[in-house]
């Protein structure tokens, strides 16, 4: 069973409502710490994949209100061990009226752990540039060199991953500073890869028979799923807190390499071919982002309050309107070229 460590800095006026709070059936254990001038430090053990409805009840009890401090951390091991429920009366008991509403809910970080890991990784920094310098330029040798094994390590550097994971999750909170953010950052990202590959396009000899160039110079409807898979699969693993790394090869196998090679081939004059692997960058792109708003929202990911959500519902489905749209317009161009 995943846990979560929550500690609640409480002023002495507020100890009766987090009491309350504590004896919510997803505190596993409980324990505070007073003091008569500052009040209490309350800690608890709560399940990982019900954390999100205690932070909901504990902002409902901070709001702005000054004293009040949470902060949640990951728990390694406690002992002495906390028995899990029984599997079917743990089912029955979170079982609702509505299962189709979240059917994967409860098998996932909190929203504020999501948050606070995805805004982080969007941040348009000199560390951000140098991650895009650095693994376009990983990639762009394994690929004139026909090495897998290092167009791997490149994904796993995975620099294009927050950026896309923000554009989703920031569309389905209805989050538009996060999107602005996203966008920027994701924008400045496919710019300077693409910059990078142009330039070592012109500089060294690109042998478009090459298994790693061939291979994104022609464009099938399979893409289209396997864009769909991976970014499904990257969100999926995000949410229930899988390693970066591993998120970054499932993400960027549908968008990095294709962005280098179109790069490469630009700046070696062919432009023929390089059309094919922008095609498979737009296609991936779309795809990702589409995979990743839908599965966001079967894994019950929304904002806290009823009117942000209302607002939110209205832009999850213009935006996935539009990138169905825009799939079935990629789709009609590769099936016609």
Known sequence: MPLRQIEVVVPKEGKNEFDKLLAEESVKHY????????G???KAIVDANNTEAFLDVAEQIIGKR???????TSVEATLPRIEEEDEIESELKNQTDEPWEKPLQGVRVSREELFNDISDSVDLNKVYIAMVTFSTIVAALGILRDNIAVVIGAMVIAPLLGPNVGL???TTLGDMKLFKKSIKTNAVGLFVGFLISVTLGVLLPVDETLNQIASRTEVHLSDIALALAS???GVLAYTIGMSAAVIGVMVAVAL???LVTAGLLVGDMQFDLAFFAFLLVLTNVICVNLAAVATFILQGVSPRSWYIA???KRINRIALSTWIFLILIVAVIIWYV
């Open 168 to 170: 989703a999750l920031s």
């Open 310 to 312: 209302e607002k939110a």
């Open 256 to 258: 990095l390499p294709p």
């Open 31 to 38: 324990w505070n710490i007073s003091s008569d001038d500052a």
């Open 40 to 42: 209490y430090l309350l």
């Open 231 to 233: 970014g499904a699969a």
């Open 66 to 72: 000054d004293g009040y401090r949470l902060i949640i």
